[in-house]
């Protein structure tokens, strides 16, 4: 697996061997397996895999909401098992769900969580003012919480997650359940939210383009391991080549180009997945045009993080968080808030 180089000094997140095994009704479910991960100070890392994968059940280990059966961690510099109330000091952590149901006025809920932090009267106003202009809530400042729309209520998450000025900001999902444009209207804030304070920010996601966008380093889970660690464009330079599709008139033309040139043939498509496909395009059509084949269409893509998944597992993520979204869209009910930690 391609790891970054670590530099010890300034790690924010080392866990090793970190485990969970849960048992219920004589069920055993391995939900983390021995997870190794180390997050430096200022990085912004996504956790991404599938529904099940063990990326929020990871996340309430490192956050101290549960305790590991095996394997250690220090996070913000305390050890999660020593000093758990140490680690909910210097974390913010944005659970799942939403922030609904409350008829607290936004203000007064920011105001609530500062009182809940220890923060000082002036200090905790001071500091929800500016947390409701940099997260663009000032029109909705003095309105109940449970009026306000979906990416609204995720931003308000957020400046519940960070009123004590944390200097590590767990997200998990936090983009679940919005629309395109509210989740792209979050990613800003939450890229410059880093940008503005240096923040280090690890995130859950089972939205590829959400990992791709945000993140500067990518950690790819799947049934309670991690199986990818690395930047999204090294990820996908290093497991997934580029994919080229070539149109041919009949079948037979595709079944013989892709006898000369590679590929797989379907119908009267081939489909190449190769490394450096783009330079390699113009030389195969002179190719397959030298020995009378006629291409008819072309096309290029860079590989996704989807086609690293599906190099890594054989299956496509994409349709797992299909299965997601139909499941969320069921269930509603289910979404808990849990602002903090603490
Ligand atoms: N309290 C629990 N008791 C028993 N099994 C659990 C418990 N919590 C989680 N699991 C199981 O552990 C596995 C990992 O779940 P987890 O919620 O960590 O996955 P996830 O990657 O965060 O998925 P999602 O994207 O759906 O949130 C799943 O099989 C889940 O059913």
Same mark, same amino acid.
């Given at each position: 697996m391609?790891r970054?180089?670590?530099?010890?000094?300034?790690?924010?997140?080392?866990a090793?061997?970190l485990?969970?095994?849960?048992?219920?009704?004589?069920?055993?479910?391995?939900?983390v397996r021995s997870v190794d991960l180390?997050?430096?100070?200022?990085?912004?890392?996504?956790f991404l895999g599938?529904?099940?994968a063990g990326k929020?059940?990871t996340?309430?280990?490192?956050?101290?909401?549960?305790?590991?059966?095996?394997?250690?961690?220090?996070?913000?510099?305390?050890?999660?098992?020593?000093?758990?109330?140490?680690?909910?000091?210097?974390?913010?952590?944005?659970?799942?769900?939403?922030?609904?149901?409350?008829?607290?006025?936004?203000?007064?809920?920011?105001?609530?969580?500062?009182?809940?932090?220890?923060?000082?009267?002036?200090?905790?106003?001071?500091?929800?003012?500016?947390?409701?202009?940099?997260?663009?809530?000032?029109?909705?400042?003095?309105?109940?919480?449970?009026?306000?729309?979906?990416?609204?209520?995720?931003?308000?998450?957020?400046?519940?997650?960070?009123?004590?000025?944390?200097?590590?900001?767990?997200?998990?999902?936090?983009?679940?359940?919005?629309?395109?444009?509210?989740?792209?209207?979050?990613?800003?804030?939450?890229?410059?939210?880093?940008?503005?304070?240096?923040?280090?920010?690890? #995130? *859950?996601?089972?939205? +590829?383009? %959400?990992?791709?966008?945000? @993140? !500067?380093?990518v950690m790819v889970m799947d049934?309670g391991a991690v199986i990818a660690d690395?930047?999204?464009?090294?990820?996908?330079?290093?497991?997934?080549?580029?994919?080229?599709?070539?149109?041919?008139?009949?079948?037979?033309?595709?079944?013989?180009?892709?006898?000369?040139?590679?590929?797989?043939?379907?119908?009267?498509?081939?489909?190449?997945?190769?490394?450096?496909?783009?330079?390699?395009?113009?030389?195969?059509?002179?190719?397959?045009?030298?020995?009378?084949?006629?291409?008819?269409?072309?096309?290029?893509?860079?590989?996704?993080?989807?086609?690293?998944?599906?190099? #890594? *597992?054989?299956?496509? +993520?994409? %349709?797992?968080?299909?299965? @997601? !979204?139909?499941?969320?869209?069921?269930?509603?009910?289910?979404?808990?808030?849990?602002?903090?930690?603490?």
């Amino acid at each position: 697996m391609p790891r970054q180089t670590v530099d010890m000094t300034n790690q924010m997140i080392t866990a090793r061997g970190l485990t969970m095994t849960f048992r219920s009704k004589g069920q055993v479910v391995e939900a983390v397996r021995s997870v190794d991960l180390s997050v430096q100070e200022g990085e912004l890392v996504a956790f991404l895999g599938p529904n099940g994968a063990g990326k929020s059940t990871t996340l309430r280990m490192l956050t101290t909401l549960l305790a590991p059966t095996s394997g250690e961690a220090v996070v913000a510099g305390c050890d999660i098992r020593r000093d758990p109330a140490g680690v909910r000091r210097r974390i913010g952590y944005v659970g799942q769900g939403t922030s609904g149901g409350h008829t607290q006025r936004v203000r007064d809920e920011l105001h609530a969580q500062g009182a809940f932090y220890g923060l000082g009267r002036r200090e905790t106003r001071a500091r929800a003012d500016e947390l409701i202009e940099s997260l663009e809530l000032g029109q909705v400042a003095n309105r109940a919480v449970q009026s306000l729309s979906g990416g609204q209520k995720r931003r308000l998450d957020i400046a519940l997650g960070l009123i004590h000025r944390p200097e590590l900001l767990f997200l998990d999902e936090p983009s679940t359940g919005l629309d395109p444009h509210s989740r792209a209207n979050l990613w800003e804030h939450i890229v410059e939210l880093r940008r503005a304070t240096g923040t280090t920010i690890f #995130l *859950t996601t089972h939205y +590829l383009d %959400e990992a791709d966008q945000l @993140a !500067e380093r990518v950690m790819v889970m799947d049934h309670g391991a991690v199986i990818a660690d690395d930047t999204a464009n090294a990820l996908k330079e290093s497991l997934a080549g580029d994919r080229v599709t070539l149109s041919f008139t009949t079948a037979t033309d595709a079944a013989t180009a892709a006898a000369r040139i590679g590929g797989a043939p379907d119908g009267t498509v081939v489909t190449i997945t190769a490394r450096g496909g783009d330079r390699a395009l113009p030389r195969w059509i002179r190719e397959l045009d030298d020995a009378g084949i006629e291409v008819v269409a072309a096309t290029h893509r860079q590989p996704t993080l989807d086609d690293v998944f599906l190099a #890594l *597992t054989g299956r496509s +993520l994409r %349709e797992d968080g299909a299965h @997601a !979204e139909a499941s969320e869209t069921e269930s509603p009910a289910d979404a808990s808030s849990q602002h903090a930690a603490a």
